[in-house]
């Protein structure tokens, strides 16, 4: 998974590389990417932590357009997942129960070196489609609370997303600032705590802004 | 260098709003949902064996180390409560001077200064809490199996204590058989009978038959 996402962005940005300023680019290079982010669990992050989709999240990238059709961009984001369970017993030891109330919450900080490809290249259009494909780390604060009695665990991990969403420009004089949408799959390495991964889906609404 | 100051700022801005919007999971729980009830035993003690049971009148107080006995509404209300639930699983209360098989200490405990208390280590000092002579075994120890909860306690706790008086004589020891450990909030303004079952509830072993 690791290696072939590592290749996979490494092709893409040789392939940018060597069409870099065989075309005019408009506006400025630099592009500043931000969003409110929304995640769902799935696989064992849902079944064995939370299955709660967590609406507290935002997503940030500040992206190099290399040629009007490929940018680079180093993106950074925060995610808040929360979820508290009804009181059970749960069986803590040999012979040792515990009747609490579960809460579990996990805090994620993905950076990630992040490529999109924005097939309509500059010109202008309505809505400008883009895929990406980033790969780095999630540094990751895992918190359980038995009752008020909390344990903690801090780590990073590989992670790697491949999205899609579309940009619309404010007007035809701003190319590259405007509205963003986009859905991600957010792979995310971990095996801790009874947990195998923490993958998930997101959906997130933002602003791109060429900067000056 | 304009840039640079506004990404710096709008990075700041976001990094202020992202913390504060961090959902903190203790504001969130009411006194009754920050309790948690720990229940242990001795696996090799077989509880049906066990017919009758004498509980003291008062609890063992621990108050940052130092130990009292006390007789408080409070202490009143978790002895009767205790008492109930023995005889709901079919123990049958006798007086100490008969022969009781199982012994109940109750003790509670404020830890506010001296920082952590172990669990586990919390056995070593027993004896300096509980007379052993107070059950009609004065030169005999008490005896924990290692398996019992290691938490370690921070505020404040209940622990209910079950002792195997039937087979102190031969053990020469008054062996733990059955622990039941109350955290967390409001312990001590909270309904007593419900904290209690909530430990024999998550005990089906414990009762005679």
């Known amino acids: ?212 | 260098m304009k840039t640079t100051y506004l990404l710096l700022g709008s990075a700041m801005v976001l990094g202020v709003a992202l913390i504060s919007c961090t959902k903190n999971p203790l504001s969130k729980l009411t006194a009754e949902e920050s309790r948690i009830y720990v229940t242990n035993y001795d696996s090799s003690a077989n509880f049906s064996s066990f017919k009758t049971f004498s509980i003291s009148d008062s609890i063992a107080y621990i108050d940052n180390g130092v130990s009292r006995k006390e007789r408080t509404a409070v202490d009143q209300a978790f002895i009767a409560a205790v008492r109930s639930q023995m005889s709901a699983v079919g123990y049958t209360e006798v007086n100490r001077g008969n022969s009781p098989d199982v012994g109940v200490n109750i003790t509670r405990i404020n830890n506010t200064s001296t920082g952590v208390l172990v669990y586990n280590n919390f056995y070593g000092g027993y004896g300096g809490f509980y007379d052993p002579f107070y059950w009609g075994y004065g030169g005999f120890g008490y005896a924990a199996p290692n398996s019992f909860a290691t938490f370690a306690i921070k505020e404040g706790a209940l622990t209910i204590d079950l002792l195997d008086l039937k087979d102190a004589a031969v053990n020469k020891n008054i062996n733990i058989i059955w622990t039941g450990l109350i955290r967390g909030s409001g312990i001590f303004t909270s309904n007593a009978n419900v904290q209690v079952k909530a430990l024999f509830d998550q005990s089906p072993y414990l009762r005679t038959n």
């Open chain 1, 1 to 212: 998974m690791k290696k072939s996402i590592t290749a996979i962005v490494t092709i893409l940005c040789s392939v940018a590389a060597t069409q870099a300023f065989s075309q005019d680019v408009v506006g400025n290079r630099w592009r500043l990417q931000l969003g409110y982010n929304v995640s769902a669990p799935i696989g064992s992050f849902k079944n064995d932590f939370i299955d709660k989709t967590s609406f507290r999240g935002a997503t940030g990238e500040l992206r190099y357009i290399i040629n009007p059709k490929f940018a680079v961009g180093l993106a950074g984001g925060y995610q808040d997942f929360y979820q508290k369970y009804p009181r059970a017993v749960y069986n803590t030891g040999d012979n040792e129960n515990i009747s609490a109330v579960l809460t579990n919450t996990m805090q994620l900080i993905p950076i990630m070196l992040r490529g999109t490809y924005f097939p309509t290249g500059e010109k202008q259009a309505f809505a400008k489609p883009f895929v990406s494909l980033g790969a780095g780390a999630n540094v990751i604060t895992y918190k359980q609370y038995l009752g008020e009695f909390g344990s903690r665990d801090n780590s990073a991990r590989f992670a790697a997303s491949a999205g899609a969403g579309v940009l619309i420009p404010f007007n035809k004089y701003t190319n590259g600032t405007g509205f963003t949408l986009g859905a991600n799959y957010n792979y995310g390495a971990y095996n801790k705590n009874g947990i195998g991964n923490i993958n998930s889906v997101s959906f997130n609404v933002g602003l791109a802004i060429e900067l000056k």
